[in-house]
Nanobody, 121 residues
Framework: QVQLVESGGGVVQAGGSLRLSCSASDHIRLPYAMGWFRQAPGKDLEFVAGISQYAERTYYEDSVKNRFTISRDNGKNTVYLQMNSLKPEDTAIYYC??????????????WGQGTQVTVSS
């Protein structure tokens, strides 16, 4: 059973920054494509960003391009989401996902428990 654990959420003012981390279980030895999704109150789950197994490809939802950066450290089994220039509409629970990468990012079955990001205006 894969375990994904997110951290780094919090409350920040508009224009501020946060860095989310997602650590995968120690028993995972082969890197997988990883992604971040978010769900705001009353809204559907939304793709945010994805990264291929060796970071050769990254994927972003249009509204976060040039503000968010996804990266990974396979030696630490960890993927990061650096979020800059945050806006109130970025407020959501952010979830880490293990999926596959191709022409786009395809979400998989493994999810973290989520971390809350709140951006105040």
């Amino acid at each position: 059973q894969v375990q994904l654990v997110e951290s780094g959420g919090g409350v920040v003012q508009a224009g501020g920054s946060l860095r989310l981390s997602c650590s995968a279980s120690d028993h995972i030895r082969l890197p997988y494509a990883m992604g971040w999704f978010r769900q705001a109150p009353g809204k559907d789950l939304e793709f945010v960003a994805g990264i291929s197994q060796y970071a050769e490809r990254t994927y972003y939802e249009d509204s976060v391009k040039n503000r968010f950066t996804i990266s990974r450290d396979n030696g630490k089994n960890t993927v990061y989401l650096q979020m800059n220039s945050l806006k109130p509409e970025d407020t959501a629970i952010y979830y880490c996902n293990m999926g596959t990468a191709g022409s786009t990012y395809f979400k998989g079955e493994s999810w973290g428990q989520g971390t809350q990001v709140t951006v105040s205006s």
